[in-house]
């Protein structure tokens, strides 16, 4: 599992000391890195983020003024070299607290329980989240459509691509966007559908989930950007 997560700090050099650790870490992936909150509000409607590490002292609006702001929240670690903010900090239900400078070992601690925290939250929202049944290889098999990165027309049948296996089932790609969330998943070509909340970044042509490039068809390219912005 990686974390997607943005950097915050209104300071160059202290963001290029973080995003480099950001870099180093196999459990992390960088979206990006901005000086202001503006910037990283803007970059969050349109890429799920799961961490957000935040300075909290930044001019116009403060690291606590971004979070306010925020209707969905992600995990937090703050990131400030005042420790009175410590307590503050915690109202907010910050993950983890770090002050600067920043030690790799304390970085990697945090990062940490940044990450049972998220597999925590999985195995809560498995429990309760929306799910499908399909048939394949002559079994039901029950798929929490959060997991799920893409649908793929594969000749007469259907792959389903989630973020623990694929399996190839007897259907087709409208009988499943009849039976997808439209909030969530979009037909971005006639032989993909695609999970929003995958997507790590897009251009004029290819929507890219990891390391895969979903080909955008010509007029299709615009119910993935309003899908975006909406989430």
């Not at 915050?8 to 202001?36: A, C, E, W, Y």
């Not at 971004?66 to 937090?76: A, E, N, R, S, V």
């Not at 009849?178 to 290819?206: A, C, G, M, T």
């Amino acid at each position: 599992m990686k974390l997607n997560c943005v950097v915050v700090d209104d300071s160059s050099i202290q963001r290029m000391i973080i995003t480099k650790l950001v870099n180093n870490h196999p459990n992390l992936h960088l979206i990006g890195d901005f000086s202001n909150a503006i910037e990283a509000k803007g970059c969050m409607t349109i890429h799920n983020v799961d961490l957000i590490f935040l300075d909290i002292e930044m001019p116009v609006i403060s690291g606590f003024d971004f979070l306010d702001g925020l209707k969905t929240k992600p995990q937090i670690i703050f990131i400030t070299s005042k420790a009175e903010y410590a307590m503050k900090a915690f109202d907010y239900d910050a993950t983890d607290y770090l002050q600067k400078p920043i030690a790799v070992d304390r970085f990697n601690a945090s990062v940490k329980r940044a990450m049972d925290l998220q597999v925590l939250k999985s195995e809560i929202h498995e429990e309760d989240g929306d799910y499908i049944f399909i048939k394949s290889n002559l079994k039901k098999l029950k798929v929490y459509t959060s997991k799920i990165k893409w649908i793929e027309a594969f000749g007469d049948y259907v792959k389903v691509v989630t973020e623990d296996d694929s399996n190839l089932v007897l259907s087709t790609m409208k009988s499943f966007e009849n039976d997808l969330s439209k909030d969530k998943f979009v037909r971005v070509h006639k032989s993909y559908i695609i999970n929003i909340d995958k997507v790590e970044r897009f251009n004029s042509r290819f929507a890219e989930i990891g390391i895969t490039k979903i080909p955008l068809s010509r007029h299709k390219k615009e119910d993935l950007v309003r899908a975006l912005a909406i989430n």
